[in-house]
């Protein structure tokens, strides 16, 4: 197996934080050697280095989890220590000599954090479609990662400190009951990020002292996960991510109706890109149903693919 990748740019973005992209190709040869592999077990790309951290690239050819069956999988992991890193990337499988992409994703975008973090697609590939090649051609394929890294830390600093700070509950001005549960705020911050909060926290309807609110139709856990992405711009795993998929699917939908209600539109994407990535046979009726609701197009687009394919 080999790996090779391009040279790694440096571009500024409008905060003028740096970030490098790099791809890497990752050639995986002799499919027929892999089909023996369990569940779990994967072949790992050379490390290689982008914005001065080491990462490498696994693939799983009998998926990484059970409920991967059908599937092989495919991750980034993080090997690097020291610090939490922000990325996006994106993975794509091609045929040989990389002429034409036969799975791909949209981007992820993904906090990365020193204790050998990974990030990437439970169902990557069929796994038929890769015996299909291994029988059509010379059993190889590969694996494209285009990672991008921010080189600067200060926006993660931050992040850092207002999780912290929203754990602690320091600074708290506005108390949320949802379901029983009470969550304290900063109601600037709120109203910073969701347009739906200004108006509720500062609009002229607002009750001047307001110090207590009342959430109706919500879990008390996704509204920890939206408040987590308003204070921290990231999307904490789901409650409960590795006791199955459906499970994590159902978080991703009612998180995607938050986002969508309070005007999260960032938070609304990255939903979209997990339900793509976690689409199965027995929630894309309702996840397709969801789309059409809060006006998803990829997501919808990714429903109908999945339903004629099947």
């Known amino acids: 197996m080999a790996s090779s990748w391009t040279t790694p740019e440096s571009t500024p ?18 499919y027929l050697r892999l089909k023996g592999m369990s569940v779990g077990e994967f072949v790992s790309s050379p490390v290689f280095r982008v914005a001065g951290y080491d990462w490498e690239i696994r693939f799983y050819p009998a998926g990484k989890k059970d409920f991967s069956a059908g599937k092989a999988s495919c991750f980034v992991r993080y090997l690097s220590q020291g610090k939490d890193v922000w990325t996006s990337f994106a993975l794509s499988m091609l045929e040989t000599k990389g002429q034409e992409q036969v799975a791909g994703f949209g981007r992820m975008h993904h906090v ?15 796994r038929s479609m890769l015996k299909s090649m ?28 207002l999780e912290r700070m929203l754990g602690d509950g320091r600074g708290a001005d506005v ?8 969550f304290g705020a900063v109601r600037a911050l709120l109203a910073a990020r969701s347009p739906f909060f200004a108006a509720q926290l500062f609009g002229p309807m607002a009750e001047k002292d307001m110090r207590r609110v009342e ?12 408040l987590h992405y308003i204070y921290t711009k990231s999307l904490p795993p789901a409650p409960g991510s590795d006791d199955g998929e459906g499970d994590n699917i159902a978080v991703m939908q009612h998180l995607l109706v938050a986002a969508d209600r309070y005007g999260l539109d960032t938070l609304k994407q990255m939903c979209e890109e997990e339900l793509c990535n976690l689409m199965d046979a ?29």
Not at 293 to 310: D, I
């Open 215 to 226: 959430v109706d139709d919500m879990e008390p856990t996704i509204f920890q996960m939206m």
């Open 175 to 182: 108390t949320f009951c949802v379901g029983g549960q009470k």
């Open 282 to 310: 027995e929630t894309v009726t309702s996840t397709l149903a969801l789309a059409n609701q809060h006006q998803c197009e990829r997501l919808k687009k990714a429903c109908m693919a999945f339903m004629e394919s099947a």
């Open 112 to 126: 990365f954090s020193p204790r050998k973090d990974e990030r990437g697609h439970e169902k990557f590939v069929d």
């Open 13 to 30: 973005s409008r905060c003028m934080t740096k970030h490098v992209t790099a791809t890497v190709n990752f050639e995986i040869t002799n």
């Open 134 to 161: 291994s029988r059509q051609g010379d059993g190889c394929f590969t694996v494209r990662c285009v990672l991008t890294v921010s080189k600067e830390s200060p926006p993660l600093e931050l992040a850092g400190d």
